[in-house]
C-alpha cells in the first residue's frame, strides 16, 4: 500500500497528514510554526520533522512499515524558484533523518512544493479546481481552472496589500476611531468599543498599545472582530468598513473567476479564515454578490483542511504524469 | 545679558540654538537622533548635550560666561505628563553635566518640554499663534490660537493615521501599482516606475524589498517622490493618491481651523515637510483649498527651523508668567 504525506505549513503551526492511497487519515501531527522565512530554515525543518514524526506514530497503530511514495508542502509565501530550491533542502534533510520511523520511496516528481493558497483550494473543495478566498491575517484569493491554469491576485503582504484582511479591517478600524476622535470624521462606537476592549483611560493610549508593546501583525489583525460587532451592532461607521473589506474581496474574487473560468461554467468558491466568521453579514454580502455576478458559481466554506489538500496533491502525483 | 537655548529632537538628527535675549543667533549645533521612546534616554541625553556642546563653542567666538536662562526641549511624540517627567530628568542630567562648559540659571518655569507641532508652529510662523501642517515622513496637524487654546489632528503615527504623509503616498502607490499588476484596478505607470527605481525584475519583487530588507517606516516614505513624478506625469491613478492625500490633509487643517479660530480671524498656516515639495502641485491644491474656505488664512512655508521656534518659547518663558 502507498502512504503520502500532506503538510501545511504556517506562521502559527504546521499540520501534517498521512493518508494512504485511499486518502483516509491513518494520522495526524501538529508542531509549531514553519515559515522559514521569518524563523529560518532549521526551524523550520523542526517544526515539519515533528510534526511528520508525531502523525507517523499515530499512524502506527493502525500499520508498520510505514513507506512514504510522496509528499506535499504547501508553505505561505512559498512561490519563488529560489524558494522552492530552499524546501527541496529540507525534504533532503528529512529522508536523511534517522529519527523518523518510516522509509522513502520518493522521486523528483513526487516530491511537491507549494504555496499555502493552493493547498487551502484543494482541501477545501476537495478537488485542485475552484478558486479559495482566503481572508484570516492577510488575505489572498487563488484560482485553477480544469486545465491547470492558476491566477492569482492579491496576497501581497499586511503592507503591500491583503485587502479585506483582519488586519487591514482592524487598522481601518483604529484609524476611524482616531479621525472621530479628533472630530475630523463622524463619530463613531468604534472608540469606545476599542477603549473597552483594550481597557484603554483614552482612546490616545492606542498609540501606546500599538506601537510601544512591539504588538505585530497578528495581534493587530486579532483586533478585528472589536470592528465587526460595532458593525453588527449597526454602527454606520464600522458597516462601512466591512463593507468595504466586502468589495475588496468581492473585486479580487472576480478578477480570478474572470481570467480562469467560461460563461455558465461550474465551479466552487471556498471562503476560508477568520474574517468569515464576521457576524455583520460579510459572508453573506460576499456570497450574494459574487452570485449575482457568477451564477454558476457555488460559495462554500472548506470541506477539509489545506494538510487534507496536501495529501490529495502528492497522492495525485502518484496517478500523474503531471498536476 | 540673558542666553537660551532651542532645541529640536527628532528621528533623525537633533538641533540646538543658543540665542540671546534679542532672538540673535549666536550659536548653531546638530547632533545624532533623540527620539528616546526608540533609542532610550542615555542616547537621548547623549545627542542634546552634543548638540548643546557645539552650539555652545560656537557662541564663545562672540562672548563667554555664557549664562543659560531658559531651555525649551521639543520632541516627537513628547506631550503625556510621563514623557515629560522623563525629558525633565534629561535637563537635569544636563544641569550637572560637567562637559558643557557654560552656567545654568533655570527656574523651573523657565524648562519647558513641549511636542515637536509646536516648536514647528512656533518657527514657522515666527510667533507662537497659527496652525502648523507638517506631512513629511509622518503628518501632523497642530494650531494655536491668540488665547493659548490647542488643537491637534492626526499624528497617530504610521499606522493610525499619519494621513498625507509621505509613508501613506509611498504605500497607497505600491498598492495600486500591484492591484494594476494583478488586473483588478486601473493599469498605472507606477508598476514601471517602481520597477525602475528600485531596479526590480518583476514588481513582485516589491515583496523582497519591503518585507524582508527589514526597511523601515522612513525607508518607505523615502517612496514618496516616486508617486509624485508620475502624477507629474499625469498618470491618473497616482494624480487620485496625491490629491487623496491632499484632501486629507485639508480636512485635518480645517478641522484644526474651526476649533481655534473665529471667521475673519487672521491666521498664518505653515507648511512643513517634503510632501509641500511635490512636482505635483500638492501644495497649490492645498493652499486653494483652504484660501476658498478660510480666506482670512494665509499658507506660507515656513520662516525659521523648530530650533528657532524652541528659542522663541524659551525667550518667552523669561517675560511672561505663562506661554
Known amino acids: 500500500m502507498s502512504y503520502v504525506l500532506g503538510i501545511d505549513g504556517g506562521g502559527?503551526?504546521?499540520?501534517?497528514?498521512?493518508?494512504?492511497?485511499?486518502?483516509?487519515?491513518?494520522?495526524?501531527?501538529?508542531?509549531?510554526?514553519?515559515?522559514?522565512?521569518?524563523?529560518?530554515?532549521?526551524?523550520?525543518?523542526?517544526?515539519?520533522?515533528?510534526?511528520?514524526?508525531?502523525?507517523?506514530?499515530?499512524?502506527?497503530?493502525?500499520?508498520?512499515?510505514?513507506?512514504?511514495?510522496?509528499?506535499?508542502?504547501?508553505?505561505?509565501?512559498?512561490?519563488?524558484?529560489?524558494d522552492i530550491e530552499v524546501v527541496k533542502g529540507i525534504v533532503q534533510e528529512l529522508k536523511n533523518s534517522s529519527l523518523l520511523p518510516i522509509t522513502w520511496k520518493l522521486s523528483a516528481s513526487n516530491i511537491i512544493i507549494c504555496h499555502d493558497a493552493l493547498i487551502a483550494l484543494v482541501g477545501g473543495v476537495g478537488y485542485p479546481v475552484g478558486i479559495v478566498v482566503a481572508a484570516g491575517t492577510g488575505s489572498i484569493v487563488f484560482g485553477r481552472n480544469h486545465n491547470g491554469q492558476t491566477k492569482r491576485v492579491g496576497?501581497?503582504?499586511?503592507?503591500?496589500?491583503?485587502?479585506?484582511s483582519a488586519y487591514q479591517i482592524a487598522v481601518a478600524g483604529m484609524q476611524a476611531a482616531l479621525k472621530a476622535y479628533d472630530g475630523r470624521e463622524m463619530s463613531t462606537s468604534l472608540v469606545e468599543a476599542?477603549?473597552?476592549?483594550?481597557?484603554?483611560?483614552?482612546?490616545?493610549?492606542?498609540?501606546?498599545?500599538?506601537?510601544?508593546?512591539?504588538?505585530?501583525?497578528?495581534?493587530?489583525?486579532?483586533?478585528?472582530?472589536?470592528?465587526?460587532?460595532?458593525a453588527a451592532y449597526g454602527d454606520e461607521v464600522a458597516q462601512k468598513i466591512i463593507d468595504d473589506a466586502a468589495k475588496e474581496l468581492i473585486?479580487?474574487?472576480?478578477?480570478?473567476?474572470?481570467?480562469?473560468?467560461?460563461?455558465?461554467?461550474?465551479?466552487?468558491?471556498?471562503?476560508?479564515?477568520?474574517?468569515?466568521?464576521?457576524?455583520?453579514?460579510?459572508?453573506?454580502?460576499?456570497?450574494?454578490?459574487?452570485?449575482?455576478?457568477?451564477?454558476?458559481?457555488?460559495?462554500?466554506?472548506?470541506?477539509?483542511?489545506?494538510?487534507?489538500?496536501?495529501?490529495?496533491?502528492?497522492?495525485?502525483?502518484?496517478?500523474?504524469?503531471?498536476?
Open 12 to 82: 502559527s503551526k504546521t499540520v501534517c497528514l498521512l493518508i494512504d492511497d485511499k486518502g483516509k487519515v491513518l494520522g495526524r501531527g501538529e508542531a509549531g510554526a514553519s515559515n522559514y522565512q521569518s524563523i529560518g530554515t532549521k526551524a523550520t525543518l523542526l517544526s515539519i520533522q515533528s510534526a511528520i514524526y508525531t502523525a507517523v506514530v499515530e499512524a502506527q497503530k493502525l500499520t508498520d512499515n510505514i513507506k512514504i511514495e510522496a509528499i506535499c508542502i504547501g508553505l505561505a509565501g512559498v512561490g519563488r524558484p529560489e
Open 155 to 164: 496576497g501581497w503582504g499586511y503592507l503591500l496589500g491583503d485587502e479585506g
Open 194 to 230: 476599542f477603549k473597552q476592549s483594550l481597557e484603554l483611560a483614552t482612546i490616545e493610549d492606542l498609540i501606546e498599545v500599538i506601537y510601544r508593546r512591539g504588538w505585530g501583525v497578528k495581534e493587530i489583525a486579532a483586533l478585528a472582530p472589536i470592528v465587526d460587532n460595532v
Open 251 to 323: 473585486k479580487a474574487t472576480s478578477t480570478v473567476i474572470e481570467a480562469l473560468f467560461s460563461n455558465n461554467e461550474r465551479f466552487e468558491v471556498v471562503t476560508t479564515g477568520s474574517v468569515w466568521q464576521g457576524k455583520s453579514r460579510i459572508h453573506d454580502k460576499f456570497t450574494a454578490s459574487v452570485l449575482t455576478m457568477f451564477p454558476s458559481a457555488k460559495v462554500i466554506f472548506p470541506r477539509h483542511e489545506p494538510a487534507l489538500g496536501a495529501g490529495l496533491l502528492a497522492l495525485q502525483s502518484l496517478t500523474l504524469p503531471n498536476l
